[in-house]
């Protein structure tokens, strides 16, 4: 490992972290919930860094996409995000330190596209070795969990319409 | 990397727990849930390098379970919404003795 991928490491870990503490601390469900959305893609960045590319690709799609914005619609349609809670616009000193924060990502953004990558940074050279072994073990050793969650997530879709269906009667 | 990846792990599952155990909104006390599955799928995924793929199949099949897990639970708190018109767990209080 070089020192640059054990720093990469370390800095995604630490802005999971922090963020998973931001996030247990706001009064707001909609800052919390984008938090948390900030924690499921540092740790999408750490699952590719430790060479489960595939796991990495379907956290940020499942978990960031899909599941935060059901949580979003949730507490948009009970509104619970209301006016106050939700002004998020904090003073000048913090405008300025997330503008520099922002200046410090994006130099080291174009430092890590203009320098050439070290081949031995790179886990898995192959990208189309990415999907397979995830598939093989999937469709093989695992295929009766594989059919099962089929079957859960059926179950899941219809808990779901009976629970927040409006009953008729009222 | 793995101890690392471990030790990032049990914070964010201990973050999740406190999470869990501190707030009182059911949305925010739902997503501590999801944050401890997370913490846990790192450390298997971290495992994986050790062990073989099959903990990044089982990162899958527990991103499927809380799926459906996220999908009843919410229908269940727009019920909940429904009947006492908050989410704040202290309201729930209807078996208490």
């Known amino acids: 490992m070089t020192l640059f991928y054990q720093f990469v490491f370390y800095l995604f870990g630490l802005i999971a972290v922090a963020s998973a503490l931001l996030f247990v601390t706001r009064k707001s469900p909609v800052a919390a919930a984008l938090w948390l959305v900030n924690v499921m893609v540092s740790l999408a960045a750490l699952y590719v860094m430790m060479g489960a590319h595939f796991v990495g690709a379907v956290q940020v799609l499942i978990y960031a996409g899909a599941i935060m914005v059901v949580f979003l619609f949730v507490v948009m349609l009970l509104n619970l995000g209301h006016a106050d809670a939700i002004s998020d616009i904090r003073s000048l000193g913090w405008r300025l330190g997330a503008g520099g924060l922002g200046l410090v990502l994006l130099a080291f953004l174009l430092s890590v596209s203009r320098a050439p990558w070290p081949r031995d940074a790179v886990l898995d050279p192959r990208p189309a070795n990415a999907v397979a072994p995830v598939a093989g073990a999937l469709f093989r050793d695992y295929l009766l969990a594989f059919e099962v969650s089929s079957l859960l997530l059926l179950a899941a879709i219809v808990g779901a319409v009976v629970l927040a269906k409006r009953s008729s009667r009222t | ?97």
Not at chain 2, 33 to 43: C, D, G, K, P, R
Not at chain 2, 64 to 87: D, N, P, Q
Request: charged residues 10%; glycine residues 8%; without cysteine.
């Open chain 2, 1 to 97: 990397m793995i101890s690392e990846a471990l030790f990032f792990s049990a914070v964010l599952f201990t973050i999740g727990v406190v999470g869990v155990l501190t707030r009182r909104n059911a949305i925010i006390l739902f997503m501590s849930v999801e944050l401890m599955l997370n913490a846990v799928n790192l450390s298997l995924v971290a495992l994986s390098m050790l062990h073989g793929v099959g903990g990044q199949v089982f990162v899958v099949l527990v991103m499927t379970v809380s799926a459906a897990e996220a999908s009843v639970g919410l229908a269940i708190f727009i019920a909940v919404f429904r009947h006492f018109r908050s989410v704040d767990v202290k309201d729930m209080n209807l078996l208490k003795g």
